[in-house]
């Protein structure tokens, strides 16, 4: 039997804990993926994290052997400055500090398209006694609440072009039917799984490695994501649930069912605060810093502008985008939600 070589085990080792960094994310309250949840501390479970209010960086990158890895780091304002630099087409070294590593989870919870170079495609590392359930991004194949929050992350991304397909008063505030003559966006703009707005790509060409990272020792490393509650089935690749299957028996009778729920709930935030995070607020950068409303909560997402109409998305109608119109309630209840929405610093 061939003996093993000390020396290629060395440089096996050593490429292991080497990570090519590919691209990253916030997760704070104000900024997070919205795929791992509706809300800033759901977020924070899906990836066994606790959500404190300082918030995380998460690096996404490569293994020297092409692994798969997830690194969450506290140095919350490194990780910012290079995502705004990367928005800016400049080049930045996202190298964070090994003590800033808070865990390091095997998989992407994201779909990062872009890969190392010089190393194997990518691909989960061999997993060891204690480490979690490789991360995965949602399947593109179902419709659930993690699709339904990155169609709505996609509105967000591209309003005014979904604005442009609905004319005013295609639909009030209190849920009326839209007019058949009003164009209502297709099902396959918002039925990828591709995140819309997250994460950001270097502007490198070829991602640079670093040698920060190692897998998390038991003392860094976090506890295994907890199972989603039954409302969020289908992030896990679950169907709708029965609650859901209900709700879409009722949407077949009326679309505007599931809008008329949402907008009471959204309604109750303003009286009982909802998790942080279920309401965020975000400037736009154009038409003279005009904000965009984010809001979900079980089975929905909404998407407005607080002086313009809102969009809505349902868990029990796939793909469907719902135009509400500005009508005698909905200006109220949006200025209300943006007054409470949390707003990144």
Known sequence: MAGTDPIAEAEADGAADALFVLTAALLTPARFPSVLGDDYPAACTALGLQPYAEGYGLVFGQDGLGARWTVVVDDVSLVAVAISSWDCGMAYDLSPDEHSVVAGLPGWPLAVVTRAPGVPAPH?????????????PPSGDAWGPAQRRLGADEVAL??????????????SD????????????????????????????????????TTWFERPSPKKAAPPPKAAPSTDAATSGEGVSSTGAAAAADAVADPYTGVRRALDELRGYLKEPPPIGRVRSSDTGTDGGVRTLR????????????????FVLLDELPGEVLPVARGPRLPALLEGLDAMAVRPS
Request: no cysteine; hydrophobic share 35%; glycine share 6%.
């Open 295 to 310: 809001a979900d909560g079980p089975g929905w997402s909404l998407v407005a502008r607080p002086d313009d109409m809102a």
């Open 158 to 171: 591209q309003w005014s072009a979904w604005r442009s397909q609905v004319t005013d008063g295609a639909s």
């Open 124 to 136: 989960d590392p061999e997993p060891e006694e204690g480490d979690p359930a490789p991360l995965v």
């Open 174 to 209: 209190t849920g009326a039917a839209v007019p058949s003559e009003t164009p209502v966006p297709s099902e396959s703009a918002v039925s990828s799984s591709e995140p819309a707005a997250s994460p950001r790509t270097p502007a490198e060409a070829a991602p640079r490695p």
